[in-house]
């Protein structure tokens, strides 16, 4: 079962760039990556996937190294709203379904 | 509005007595999925469902079960709740599997004591 490793905690100054890491060092050549975030009190939002390319959207960008073993989330310009909890997922073809969360990474946005 | 819904929000029960928390999308989504989130233990995968009449375990099923009798819904039922299943619980669901995205219910947060 492909398994991702985070930093349990980090920070960041408001207005700042923000790099998340993820390690899926076991990661296979059909596995997506996948990041969510989750805000205190609710449930895990989407924020962006990717296979092999770098990929942007309006909330982050992804950065895939070129082994893919590792990854990064890249948000901007952090906000006070970002503060939350981020997980980096490992999300296999249709021949394996499950869906290995982890514990994330809790980010904390200093004013 | 494209949402999951999930229902009771909270619910405190007692030990043994059988209860449903159901979930409900209205995205025409094919995959399903339960999972319930303890502190320091981050989110498991109980069970999830490719389609209608098509259920597998995750990583933690036992003391669960689920139906995908429609593909709207797929409720979570627990036939004799114990304590060690007191958690928060959220719904998801996605149009396929890798390349999708999951939205996810608000959760319900469940006691059993």
């Known amino acids: 079962d492909a398994k991702t490793t985070q930093p349990n905690s980090m920070e960041s100054n408001e207005e700042e760039p923000v790099h998340l890491p993820c390690n899926h060092s076991?990661?296979?050549?059909?596995?997506?990556i996948h990041w969510y975030r989750q805000l205190p009190s609710q449930g895990p939002e989407y924020v962006i996937h990717?296979?092999?390319s770098n990929v942007n959207n309006r909330m982050a960008s992804l950065a895939i190294a070129e082994d893919r073993k590792s990854s990064t989330l890249i948000l901007h310009r952090a906000t006070l709203r970002d503060a939350a909890v981020y997980y980096c997922?490992?999300?296999?073809?249709?021949?394996?379904?499950?869906?290995?969360f982890g514990t994330g990474t809790s980010l904390t946005v200093i004013p | 509005e494209a949402q999951v819904t999930q229902n009771p929000r909270y619910l405190i029960t007692v030990t043994g007595k059988k209860l449903t928390v159901t979930c409900s999308q209205n995205?025409?989504?094919?995959?399903m999925s339960w999972y319930r989130q303890d502190p320091g233990l981050g989110l498991r995968q109980i069970y999830y469902?490719?389609?209608?009449?098509?259920?597998d375990k995750g990583d933690v099923p036992e003391g669960y079960k689920v139906s995908r009798k429609e593909k709207r819904n797929f409720p979570l039922i627990l036939e004799s709740p114990s304590p060690n299943q007191t958690s928060l619980y959220f719904c998801?669901?996605?149009?396929?599997?890798?390349?999708?995205?999951?939205?996810f219910g608000p959760g319900t947060r469940l006691t059993v004591t």
């Open positions: 998801a669901s996605s149009l396929g599997t890798s390349g999708y995205e999951q939205y």
């Open positions: 076991t990661i296979s050549g059909t596995d997506y």
């Open positions: 990717g296979l092999t």
């Open positions: 997922i490992l999300r296999p073809p249709p021949t394996g379904n499950q869906f290995y």
């Open positions: 995205m025409n989504h094919e995959y």
């Open positions: 469902s490719m389609n209608v009449e098509v259920t």
